[in-house]
Structure formats: structure tokens, C-alpha cells
């Protein structure tokens, strides 16, 4: 089975290679550093290397606390960050700056064997640290084959990937059997890993509790706030397609029954698709500005007649939360598995979610038990939900303290991690 899905990534590499270039367009990063996605490199490298595969931009922030504590617990060592999206990239690029020196990054190559030799060869790392979900099968068996351990840390598995998954038996299980260690984000991912085929995962929590909010996200938040003067805002945080209609539809049926409307903020999930959306708002007459057209530091009141903003940067999310009253966390409308709700939880707002959270089950099921999250139908709901608690400050507060509580009582998944991995660091 191995032998065709690496006959198919061959045939489809022309076709690889002609999706980043395309993509390039909205995208620059991804025409970018393109020889790494194809195995080569300039030099070889010989400083003991952990190495480190974050596929995207939140699977890297979620590494963040992982990858400073290995760069503290092993200071003889440097280490390899690895991505698939120029998003990934570029968030990694930003987050590492201060730790530069120590932290190099690059393109996981396709996952074709002779690239993945090729890799391993330059690089020679001690470890393999996989984060969440990524498991490629020819990159396993390229590490067993050169006896580099492979760990699955902060993992999750909904039931619709294991579904998928279980289609693939003969060329996911080879795969999952050979990885050394796994530390799994719940009780539930636990479980369907093990279905899977996995032996022995251990439940460590999600590493993402342990992720810092920046001093400058909450203080650009703060002066973000300023310049809207009193009025009340909704976030519907990281929404995807097919949501952003839903809630701007819902936004202008209540409109007219509003006598101090709040401002709507809409951050989408994917930068591909700022246009898009923006071009939405227009085509149903709302007043709206980019937030890439404000100064970071912006202060002067924004006009009244202003009813919606459009969240077109990257890496400000905890800046978003800040600015907010209250929270709804996207990917949840419509069945996608929605995203998870602990920056939200971290910034201390109430938070509001869809019935569509198979991806973060548990989570979303522990923040709603502990009054921080409630769980709405639709977007109509969503709506008349967020509009009740900015008329009950006490409720409303009281969420808000629940879901930073929530977030505090969740820490510690970083430190059981590094524990999982020490012995094959030692």
C-alpha cells in the first residue's frame, strides 16, 4: 500500500508544484524556499539537532511553549522547525526572533522516500516531534529506517478522521505502529489513537494552555477598544467558509430592532480569503473598515456610522479577544469541527460556539460544564445569544472570570510532555 501512495505522491508532484505557485498570488511565502520541499539544501548540518513539525500556523503557536522548554532542557542542542503553509512560516519566524541563533527553519519536503532521505541525511535529528495530527507514512518509515524516534505530542483525532483513517488500514497502521511515543490532548483522542492503532498514548493536555498572551496584544486590544469609544463588540473569531453569509445575514435582521447596535468584528480563519469576505459586507451595504487600514497604535474615534470590522491581519488573535466583549469561536456553524476556544478563554472572555465542535469535543464540552462557554444552533441564535449577555453585565462577567479560571486550572500539559520525551533526549 506504501509502494502506491508513493507511485501517486510521484505523479502529483507536478501538480504540488504548480498549487504553491498559484497560490503564490495571494500568498508570496509560497513561492518561496521551494528547493526545501523537494529535499535540497545548501549545507549539511552538524550541531545535535531536535527536530520539530508544526504544519501550520496554529499548530506552532501551540509548539511554543514545547519548543522553549526543549531549548532550555537541552541548551547543547539547536532545533529544526518544520512547516507545510507559509503561514506556518512566517508565524514561526516571529515567534522564535529572540531565539533566532537556535531555532532554524524550513519546508517539510513532500512526502515522497528519496525527499525524506534526503531530509534526514542533511539534517540528522535525535528526535522527531510531531505536533497533532500530522502522521506521513513515508516519513515514519524513513525515521525508523534511520533509527530517529518519532513522538505525536499535543495529538488529537476526531471520529471523522479515525473513520478516514481506518479506510487506509494497511497504510496508516504500519505508520502509527512505529511511532515511540504519544502524548494525546484528552480521554476521548486517547481512546480513538488507540483505535487506531496506537499503543499506550498518554494523556497530557493541550500544550495550547500553556501558551502566554502577549503584553502587546492586550495593550494594542486596549487602544483598539479606545477608538471605538463605548460601543459593545461581538468577535466572531476564525470564522470559515460558509459561515461569514450566516452571520452577516443574522447581523442585518437584528439591526433594525437595535437601538444601540454593537460592532461586529469578523476575523476569518485564512488570509486567502480576506477579499472574499470583504467583498460580502459590500455586497449587503454594511459600513465596514479593515483593520489593515489602522495604525497599530490607532486612537482617534472610529466614525459611528461604522457597523462592522473586517480582521485582516495575522498573528493579532489575542489582540482580537482583548478588544471584544464577548467571543464566538468559528469553524462551528457549519460542520467543520470547529476551532479551539482557549486564546478566547485566556483573554478571560465569555465564549460562544456552534453545535459543530468535533475536532475540540472535550474541551468544548469541560468549558461549558465550567459556565465559561455556551453552546449556540446557528448563526440567528448566535447572535440573539451575544446581544442577551451584553445587556447582563453580571452574567456576563461572571463568564468571563469562569473562562479565565477554566484557562489557568487547564496548564501544565508542556511540562508532561517534555517528561514523555526526555528519554529519548537523554
Not at 539537532?49 to 511553549?65: K, M
Not at 462551528?332 to 482557549?342: A, E
Request: charged share 20%.
Amino acid at each position: 500500500m506504501r509502494l502506491l501512495y508513493s507511485f501517486v505522491w510521484g505523479l502529483s508532484l507536478p501538480f504540488a508544484i504548480f498549487r504553491l505557485w498559484w497560490r503564490g498570488r495571494q500568498e508570496p511565502g509560497y513561492r518561496q524556499h521551494i528547493p526545501e520541499r523537494l529535499g535540497f539544501y545548501s549545507r549539511y548540518e552538524t550541531t545535535p539537532t531536535i527536530w520539530v513539525h508544526a504544519v501550520s500556523a496554529g499548530e506552532t503557536r501551540a509548539a511554543e511553549p514545547l519548543i522553549r522548554g526543549l531549548l532550555a532542557n537541552y541548551p547543547q542542542h539547536h532545533l529544526l522547525l518544520t512547516h507545510m503553509t507559509a503561514t506556518g512560516r512566517e508565524t514561526g519566524g516571529k515567534l522564535f526572533a529572540d531565539v533566532a541563533d537556535r531555532v532554524r527553519q524550513s519546508f517539510l519536503p513532500y512526502d515522497i522516500n528519496w525527499m525524506m532521505r534526503r531530509f534526514l541525511k542533511h539534517y540528522s535529528p535525535q528526535l522527531c516531534v510531531l505536533i497533532e495530527t500530522e502522521v506521513w507514512p513515508n516519513l515514519i518509515a524513513q525515521c525508523e529506517i534511520a533509527n530517529i524516534p518519532v513522538s505525536l505530542v499535543n495529538a488529537r483525532l476526531s471520529e471523522k478522521s479515525l473513520k478516514k483513517a481506518q479506510k487506509l488500514a494497511s497504510l496508516i497502521l504500519p505508520a502509527a505502529h512505529a511511532i515511540s511515543a504519544v502524548a494525546a490532548q484528552s480521554n476521548p483522542d486517547a481512546r480513538r489513537l488507540r483505535e487506531l492503532g496506537i499503543s499506550s498514548p498518554t494523556v497530557t493536555g493541550n500544550m495550547k494552555f500553556d501558551v502566554t498572551p502577549p503584553a502587546l496584544m492586550a495593550e494594542r486590544g486596549a487602544a483598539l477598544r479606545r477608538s471605538f469609544g463605548n460601543r459593545q463588540i461581538i468577535l466572531c473569531a476564525s470564522t470559515r467558509d460558509g459561515e461569514e453569509e450566516l452571520i452577516l445575514d443574522a447581523f442585518l435582521e437584528q439591526l433594525p430592532l437595535l437601538d444601540n447596535a454593537p460592532l461586529l468584528m469578523i476575523t476569518p480563519r485564512h488570509p486567502q480569503r480576506f477579499d472574499q469576505v470583504a467583498q460580502m459586507i459590500e455586497e449587503r451595504g454594511i459600513a465596514y473598515i479593515r483593520r489593515s487600514a489602522l495604525h497599530h497604535d490607532v486612537v482617534s474615534p472610529i466614525a459611528d456610522k461604522i457597523q462592522l470590522v473586517l480582521g485582516d491581519t495575522m498573528g493579532e488573535m489575542y489582540m482580537y479577544y482583548a478588544t471584544a466583549d464577548i467571543a464566538f469561536v468559528g469553524g462551528s456553524l457549519v460542520p467543520l469541527g470547529g476551532h479551539n476556544l482557549i486564546e478566547a478563554c485566556a483573554m478571560g472572555k465569555p465564549v460562544l460556539t456552534g453545535l459543530h465542535t468535533f475536532n475540540f469535543s472535550e474541551i468544548t464540552d469541560q468549558a461549558i460544564a465550567a459556565h465559561a462557554a455556551l453552546r449556540v444552533d446557528g448563526a440567528r441564535s448566535m447572535l440573539r445569544e451575544a446581544l442577551a449577555l451584553l445587556s447582563d453585565d453580571q452574567k456576563r462577567q461572571h463568564m468571563g472570570e469562569s473562562a479565565h479560571a477554566f484557562f489557568l486550572q487547564h496548564q501544565g500539559a508542556t511540562s508532561r510532555t517534555l517528561d514523555i520525551l526526555k528519554p529519548f533526549l537523554n
